[in-house]
């Protein structure tokens, strides 16, 4: 094994990767398991994370569920005996008008995209600090940073993570688990189909980059074998945006 490899290597790691049957979640789960981790890719999907995911472990989870959740990591030590990395990645976006966003979808947002992975950062965490190691990636988004339009609750959601992370991160460390984000772009994937579909946002979407792209999955990958590998020891509370530039972008 070359310095490189030794120093990326997620070999005799365990991972849990949420919201993993499609798009940025199954992308991360395999590029994991390519990298060497044993990947538990978590949906409430069976079909597609069987069919997308060779290699992966699957398991079905309503993660808005406390003791499914519960279940969850039962599950993973009673097999594995350990969770060494975490891929918060699940997430649901409702687009409405703010003075009608609707309550009940509001508290699902909260719900799936601050609530679940709080929870499973607290459930994670406890055999992490058995063993005095682990990284937890949190899936964050261009909305922890700027609002976009019509979708309030989404917007509230990601910047309410992006911050969670970072008191994890805090009161997390003494452990040696480091707690970071990693916060995507526009990638295409089916929750962003509608613009990509759409000529003008289509543009609109590309041009707000520097690369001039969209971003895909993929793109996710190495960023998150980093976080995830020895090559981010001394990394934690930390904020990685994946966006082609857009955050930056002036005039």
């Known amino acids: 094994m070359t310095y490189i490899d030794e120093l990326f290597s997620l070999n005799g790691q365990v991972a849990i990767v949420t919201g993993a049957a499609r798009g940025n979640g199954a992308a991360i789960a395999s590029g994991l398991l390519r990298a060497g981790a044993t990947v538990v890719a978590v949906d409430i999907e069976m079909t597609k ?129 480091r707690v970071n984000n990693i916060g995507p772009g526009y990638m295409k994937t089916s929750m962003t189909l509608e613009s990509w579909n759409d000529p003008v946002k289509n543009k609109q979407r590309r041009e707000k980059t520097i690369l001039n792209r969209w971003g895909s999955p993929s793109d996710l990958v190495g960023a998150c074998i980093f976080l995830a590998s020895a090559a981010s020891s001394y990394i934690t509370g930390q904020d990685i945006y994946v966006d082609g530039g857009w955050l930056i972008k002036g005039v």
């Open 49 to 177: 994370l069987s069919v997308l995911l060779d290699g992966c472990d699957f398991y079905i989870c309503d993660i808005t569920e406390t003791e499914q959740l519960k279940k969850l990591v039962r599950y993973v030590l009673k097999k594995y005996k350990k969770i060494g990395i975490l891929v918060n990645n699940a997430g649901v976006s409702y687009s409405h008008s703010f003075e009608e966003y609707p309550h009940e979808l509001w508290e699902k947002t909260q719900k799936v995209n601050v609530q679940a992975p709080f929870e499973l950062m607290q459930l994670a965490s406890k055999n992490m600090k058995e063993n005095r190691k682990g990284s937890i990636i949190n899936i964050t988004s261009l909305n922890s940073e700027q609002a976009f339009p019509h979708n309030a609750a989404y917007v509230t959601s990601k910047g309410a993570l992006k911050q969670l992370t970072k008191a994890a991160a805090y009161d997390l460390g003494k452990y040696q688990i």
